[in-house]
């Protein structure tokens, strides 16, 4: 699951702005997972709001630490915050990524021999 996720792009930022392809790349793996929709809204000065909606509440937390693992693997310095929910009961979370490169990231090759 990590390498589908990893395929979002090169830094965290490029990521962050993949999630929404994150559902059909989830379903190659584990076709039968039910993904929760997933929104970003970019508000400038390194802040993003992402919204999750999905059948279950726990999606928010769970998308928290999917956030945490996946800024640790790119190295980026980030601050993730669930906000108050957002009227249709949505999970709202807030990204402030304050260093991109903090550390240099975990090691990622497309293929084991490389």
Known sequence: MRRLLRFGGVE???FLHSLDD???RCRLAVPDLDMPQL???ESGSGRCVLTVRG???QYGPVMVGVLRAMAD???ALVLLEVISPARDGAARIAIDLFDPCHTPGRQFD???GG
């Open 12 to 14: 965290f930022l490029d």
């Open 55 to 57: 059948p279950w509440p």
């Open 110 to 112: 497309l293929s084991a």
């Open 73 to 75: 693997d790119y190295g």
């Open 22 to 24: 994150l559902p059909g």
């Open 39 to 41: 929104e970003l809204e």
